[in-house]
């Protein structure tokens, strides 16, 4: 079907009752301005802490202050906002970060996207299955902290922001680290760490949306994150890099963007479909909406994956007034939280919204 045939059927349909909503952080502003750029209603659940932030957008029409994102999982709390705006929830890091998947995967609300991949996104185990059956490269997985042999980068589970994380190059550092981790409880045990050989080369994060209406792929951004503290190091002359004893942490503070040689372009297509083949094969329905592939660049202009992202991620906040990428597919300027708004009034207009929401 193409947008002839959309805009078409879209004439008739109320989409300023539809209402799509989001929990305040993450990349909120961006999915309800882009909502309401299609027409949407748009409901915020925010924190209470947050509220006068968020009021100041005139594209919010409604916002329900919460104390606790953890209150969303409260099955009242839910029916009430089903009966008062029947949302569509649109995911993103926040919702992941908070909530254990047993949660998520109870909430009633219609999840945009496929909340069952959700899991394999958090779960370091799966994540690097569905990785594996997409033939992505990527760096090795160490099982035991015996077989550190040379440069590796230490993980905590879960979306947490590059938060925790530490180089190693041997046993007795690994250990020294993980015993602060603990001390600080911020793990239990070692157990909670994950080990992978350190892929050197320059960040990339690439930012995809796949339609399973149009079966099409669209790449609509690309970024690099701004870590701190390991963009801050190379800041300092090498002696005092040593002397001042700086372990690098890895915590996002924000995103930069990027284009590609054109030339990479083809290779970064094919890992996107091959996410999209793998995900459909492995966790059905798929990969309904955006996804991110995340990793480096080397020397040889190689792709090494670390990471994906099963949801939007907070790299296209770059792009509400669309990207590089996204101004060669679109006319209008397509942020991904346009898009998705774009994709649920396609689907309504289809009748098609079982394939895009869960
Ligand atoms: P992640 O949470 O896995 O996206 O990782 C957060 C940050 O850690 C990334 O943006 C990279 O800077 C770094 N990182 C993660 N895994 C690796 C790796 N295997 N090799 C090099 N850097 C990595």
């Not at 099955?75 to 929830?89: G, M, R, V």
Request: proline share 5%; net charge negative.
């Amino acid at each position: 079907m193409n947008d002839q045939n959309f805009a078409e059927r879209n004439f008739d349909l109320d989409i300023d009752k539809q209402t799509v909503m989001t929990l305040g952080s993450h990349c909120s502003l961006q999915v309800l301005k882009g909502a309401k750029d299609e027409g949407f209603n748009t409901l915020l659940v925010c924190e209470e802490k947050r509220f006068d932030m968020y009021k100041r957008f005139k594209f919010i029409d409604n916002i329900v202050s919460i104390k606790n994102f953890k209150e969303i999982v409260n099955k009242n709390f839910q029916d009430e906002l089903i009966e008062k705006f029947s949302p569509i929830l649109i995911p993103h890091g926040t919702l992941i970060s908070t909530l254990n998947m047993d949660e998520l995967e109870s909430i009633k609300i219609p999840i945009f996207g496929n909340k069952w991949i959700l899991r394999w996104e958090s779960d370091r185990m799966l994540k690097q299955q569905l990785m594996d059956e997409s033939k992505l490269p990527s760096p090795t997985q160490i099982s035991s902290k015996n077989a550190i042999d040379g440069l590796c980068i230490v993980k905590l589970h879960g979306a947490a922001g590059g938060k925790g994380y530490f180089l190693v190059t041997d046993k007795k550092g690994f250990e020294e680290q993980a015993q602060k981790l603990i001390k600080s409880h911020i793990i239990e045990s070692e157990e909670n760490l994950f080990i992978q050989k350190y892929a050197n080369g320059v960040p990339v994060y690439l930012q995809y949306f796949y339609s399973p209406i149009t079966n099409e792929l669209e790449l609509l951004g690309i970024d690099r994150r701004y870590e701190t503290d390991i963009d801050a190091i190379g800041r300092i002359p090498s002696k005092y890099q040593i002397s001042s004893n700086i372990e690098p942490s890895y915590t996002v503070v924000g995103n930069i963007p990027i284009v590609l040689r054109e030339s990479l372009l083809p290779e970064v297509y094919t890992m996107g479909e091959r996410f999209v083949e793998a995900s459909r094969k492995l966790v059905p329905p798929g990969m309904p909406g955006p996804f991110c592939i995340e990793g480096v660049y080397d020397k040889n202009a190689n792709f090494v994956a670390f990471e994906f992202s099963a949801r939007i991620v907070a790299g296209t906040n770059l792009y509400v007034s669309g990207s590089p990428y996204s101004d060669l597919l679109f006319d209008t300027p397509m942020s991904m939280g346009r898009r998705i708004s774009l994709e649920i009034k396609r689907a309504m207009g289809a009748s098609k919204i079982g394939l895009i929401t869960t």
